[in-house]
């Protein structure tokens, strides 16, 4: 069984219950949301925090890896605006570990949902981020706009996530997205 998260900035959430989610109104079921311990690094950020995050796949070509990554060893990058830096050094994170019986993969960058209320097995606070990514071999970039990265999604051989992008500096591309296909099911 995997381990699972869900991340918070508030503290001492006995249990999860599950809900429906502003932000993804395409999802008309309750849910509680979990990210695997391998991608848990996509979460190590205030909620609000716009940030894509770009890693290398077995099919990315040399010259993206080149392009991207360069000389360094990171594992993903992650690309944020100066105008959350701050924040990002000042906020405490608590990492509450998930029971993962009740959780079904969402096949989609180590995300995980489920139906059921649940009860966090484990605690953890997190009070530097840019360090807890750091341990997690994620870099960290820092630009005025994200803006400028629209699209790449579109053109890369890269892994790319883009979180809260309505939060960014002059980003207007839609709110939503696709269902995945395990939360059709889910929905009826």
């Known amino acids: 069984m995997p381990v699972l998260y869900h991340f918070s900035e508030e503290p001492g959430i006995p249990v999860f219950e599950p809900r429906i989610m502003p932000s993804r109104p395409e999802i008309t079921v309750p849910l509680v949301w979990a990210i695997d311990e391998p991608h848990q690094f996509m979460y190590l950020f205030p909620r609000d925090c716009p940030r894509i995050l770009l890693w290398p796949l077995p099919t990315t070509t040399d010259e993206e890896r080149d392009r991207w990554f360069g000389r360094t060893e990171a594992r993903a990058l992650a690309h944020i605006e ?10 405490r994170l608590v990492r509450y570990e998930m029971p993962a019986p009740g959780f079904v993969s969402l096949d989609d960058a180590g995300m995980w949902v489920s139906r059921e209320t649940v009860v966090p097995s484990r605690v953890d606070v997190i009070d530097d981020l840019v360090e807890a990514l750091r341990e997690q071999g994620v870099e960290l970039r820092v630009l ?19 979180i809260r992008m309505r939060n960014a500096r002059d980003w207007d591309a839609p709110v939503g ?12």
């Open 177 to 188: 997205g696709t269902v995945p296909p395990s939360i059709r099911s889910m929905m009826g």
């Open 82 to 91: 100066y105008g959350w830096l701050e924040r990002l050094r000042s906020t």
């Open 144 to 162: 005025d706009r994200l803006t400028p990265m629209r699209g790449l999604w579109e053109t890369t051989t890269l892994h790319w996530s883009s």
